[in-house]
């Protein structure tokens, strides 16, 4: 596991951008999942900038994105403020600004008739893609990914999860209040790949900010593996990880002053 930690969100999103974009220049049909949330913003920020100013090229590239609200609108041509969905995320905050193209993004549908059918369909279309070749992730204040609430099983698949209490004031806070949406309307419920689909990924790009994610980047890293914590099955990926933090977000870690030595080998031999 290969555990950077740098001074500030600014760096923070530069240096994961940059290993995306290493991805995509290898791989030109490079297969990229994708999370959403507060945390990847500035990473998508620095993609738009590199294709904008570098010609970074995401024509080939294909995209499949962690989990979304079920009943919401999923029409990205539609930005409507009211609209909350994570495919109206996406859109603003990256697609519309770059040169893929829309046949080669796959957001979970939640308005899909049949949700376990469209779950299985999922799946099989990642396995069609080849598989993802890197899966960027957030961590959820509970230690979560995507919406893999404490207790789901670490070898869970894409399906329908009910929203805990956490998460749900996680978001009224983040998006609903601010929109104007009264909390009894917000999704409960919600289509999100299972951490058994995650680590299934070759390989895995975790972004962390902030001191309030402090200690559940400590459990996470360095705590036991636990479906209390989803994120810490992150320690039995067998591919290649790289978590990248700010200095808040690393400040409760046992073991930061070796995981910086390290980092700092890497890159002094190129490993």
């Known amino acids: 596991m290969n555990i950077v930690i740098l001074e500030n969100y600014r760096q923070m999103s530069k240096y994961a951008a940059e290993i995306i974009a290493g991805y995509v220049k ?18 998508y920020q620095e993609l738009v900038r590199m294709h904008r100013e570098e010609g970074l090229d995401f024509s080939r590239v294909r995209t499949f994105n962690l989990d979304e609200y079920l009943g919401v609108g999923i029409d990205m041509e539609k930005t409507y403020d009211m609209d909350q969905s994570y495919a109206r995320f996406m859109h603003e905050e990256l697609f519309k600004h770059i040169n893929i193209k829309r046949e080669n993004i796959h957001i979970p549908d939640a308005q899909t008739k049949e949700p376990k059918k469209f779950c299985m369909w999922y799946e099989e279309e990642i396995k069609k ?34 929203l805990t209490k956490q998460t749900l004031d996680d978001n009224y806070k983040s998006f609903y209040k601010k929109a104007n949406i009264e909390r009894d309307q917000m999704p409960h419920f919600a289509i999100s790949m299972g951490v058994g689909t995650i680590l299934d990924a070759k390989n895995v790009l975790m972004i962390v900010n902030g001191y309030k ?33 700010d200095a808040a977000a690393a400040s409760k870690l046992m073991h930061s002053d070796h995981y910086k030595h390290v980092a700092k080998m890497r890159f002094q031999y190129g490993i």
């Open 26 to 43: 290898s791989k030109p049909d490079f297969v990229l999942g994708l999370a959403t949330g507060s945390t990847p913003i500035g990473t």
């Open 129 to 162: 893609a080849g598989g993802i070749d890197l899966q960027l992730l957030g961590l959820g204040g509970d230690g979560h990914w995507g919406f893999n609430e404490p207790g789901s099983s670490l070898g869970s698949r894409t399906r329908i999860v009910a």
């Open 213 to 245: 994610k402090a200690d559940i980047v400590a459990k996470c890293l360095e705590g036991p593996i636990t479906s209390q914590v989803t994120a810490s099955a992150i320690q039995l990926h067998s591919g290649g990880i790289s978590v990248v933090l």
